[in-house]
């Protein structure tokens, strides 16, 4: 059962323009959420991540929107540039005494001189 | 540079042989964790540990794989009589003093390859 869905395996976005990549999730206990750039052969980089007690966190391009009736964040890129084109891994963590992370699969972002 | 280092970088192994996985955590964490990624899949969590502690284990198999983080030293990941499906990426993370809502930072990852 996948508690974390990126449901769009893949985006592309014209450069200047904003890219928003969604992640749902099912289990109501997660509190903390984070978004995670990876390139190939590297690990992934932390960008940006929200509280469950927020519904906004803004950091230069980058802003997440936790929507938590919904079950469902994105994070909005603005203005694009062509080195955003990376793999972005929607993250969950419930906090309750153990600190896993649970990933989503991914969206693959390409964004287009 | 005083990220999370992992090594070797790729490693090859026949079926039956041993792996062993090596995570140094950032400068200042006490707080390890690790992580497999299969082809086209998210990172799944295996383990994490402290300092001569494992923590969670709910992760990993229950055969074949073990963690430590000794008082000296990088935390290691070991695999042994390694199989065809233990072929993946396995990346470390780490955190400084646990609290609620506290970053993972991950390293560059090891690349498994079981012939």
């Known amino acids: 059962d996948q508690q974390v869905k990126q449901n769009s395996p893949s985006l592309s976005v014209q450069e200047g323009r904003i890219s928003i990549l969604n992640c749902d999730y099912t289990n109501s206990m997660f509190d903390y959420f984070l978004w995670y750039k990876k390139y190939p052969a590297e690990g992934p980089t932390f960008l940006i991540s929200i509280s469950s007690i927020k519904d906004k966190n803004e950091d230069g391009r980058f802003t997440v929107f936790l929507n938590k009736s919904a079950k469902h964040l994105s994070l909005h890129i603005v203005p694009s540039q062509p080195g955003d084109s990376a793999v972005y891994f929607c993250?969950?963590?419930?906090?309750?005494?153990?600190?896993?992370?649970?990933f989503g699969k991914g969206t693959k972002l390409s964004v287009i001189p | 540079n005083a990220g999370v280092m992992q090594n070797p970088r790729h490693l090859v192994r026949r079926r039956g042989q041993e792996a062993r996985l090596r995570c140094s955590p950032m400068?200042?964490?006490?707080?390890v964790y690790w992580y497999r990624q299969l082809p086209e899949e998210g990172l799944k969590f295996m383990v994490y540990?402290?300092?001569?502690?494992?923590?969670?284990e709910s992760g990993m198999p229950k055969e074949r794989f073990s963690a430590e983080f000794p008082k000296e030293g990088p935390s290691i990941l070991r695999i042994q009589q390694v199989v065809r499906g233990d072929s993946a990426a396995y990346f470390c993370?780490?955190?400084?003093?646990?609290?609620?809502?506290?970053?993972?930072?991950f390293g560059p990852g090891t690349r498994l390859l079981v012939l």
């Open positions: 400068k200042g964490h006490s707080h």
């Open positions: 993370a780490s955190s400084p003093d646990r609290a609620l809502q506290e970053t993972q930072y």
């Open positions: 993250a969950a963590e419930t906090g309750a005494g153990s600190y896993q992370l649970t």
């Open positions: 540990l402290q300092k001569e502690n494992i923590i969670d």
